[in-house]
């Protein structure tokens, strides 16, 4: 169908991005991967004053790259097939980990559920990153002086990217789960961690992004889209290049954290949803991520929905998930 805002959907499903992707790209990714195996995860359980029963429910920490102590909230059942499934949740920008509640359908079928809490945002990970620039909101820019400067391993993305590696990589080596039964899910911020982490940790079985974020940010602005999740593009601009002179560079450093740039690098199954009218993170920009996996896929189409609720995925993701 056609689109008002973006490519008619034909021209979505051949196009490849526009972003430049920097030359050292895998180079850079390998590094950071070295980095984060050399790092001494220091991991902690402590049990959190939600319980259930049946269920075990547990405030991990453990020490991510840069030293930060990074949190997610673990559950898992207290009676259940050992070893078992995992899922791995990934929150929206600015969010946090969620209710316990809310994971309890995953521990009822038997399996182990572990929640991020990102960095500097809504839940209880620590942002120890010491960077120039603006930091009171904006993640996508906090290090890109930086790296402009030649050090983009000071992206804050970059680290975040590699919490989830390193949570997964937790997970599996956890006695009771199996680590060749272990799902990612998460939308927007969640929907781009879930591509970042099944690209890091190529061992993810299935994994259900929906209208991830943190993709092809020229695109979005050259759509006129550097609003909502996106305005920290424009603010960076205000701020620090307001004449655009360094615009080329500015967006090939945004290349280090662009997940497109990832997307080669998956082998796990995937089930993509996407709502056709989103303009927070447009279908094209998801299109420039969706079509450069080689791996087995699948795309479920909202066609008139936006970056909203959408009816009955949780159900299909759920049901997916069953498949572990």
Sequence with gaps: ????FDFPLDQLKKYNGINPCPKDFNDFWEKGLKEMRATDSKVELIPADFQAPGVECFHLYFTGVGGARVHAKLLRPSKAEKPHPAILMFHGYTGNAGDWSDKLAYVAQGYTV???DCRGQGGLSEDNSSVIGNTYHGQIIRGLNDALDGKPEKLLFRQIFLDTAQLAKIVMEMPDVDPNRVGATGGSQGGALTVACIALEPRIKL????????SDY????????????YIELREYFR???????????????????????LAPRIKTRILWT???????CPPSSQFAVYNKIKSDKEMIFYPDYAHEPLPGLADKIFQFFLEL
């Excluded at 169908?1 to 008002?4: A, C, N, S």
């Excluded at 500015?250 to 740039?261: K, R, S, V």
């Design 114 to 116: 572990a929640a991020l």
């Design 207 to 214: 994994a259900a992004p929906f209208y991830p974020f943190l």
């Design 1 to 4: 169908m056609p689109l008002t």
């Design 239 to 261: 701020f620090f290049d307001p004449t655009h002179e360094k615009e080329d560079k500015i967006f090939e450093a945004l290349g280090y954290i662009d997940i497109q740039n």
């Design 218 to 229: 020229k695109r979005v602005w050259d759509m006129d889209q550097g609003e909502a999740a």
């Design 274 to 280: 996407i709502g056709l009218m989103d303009t927070v």
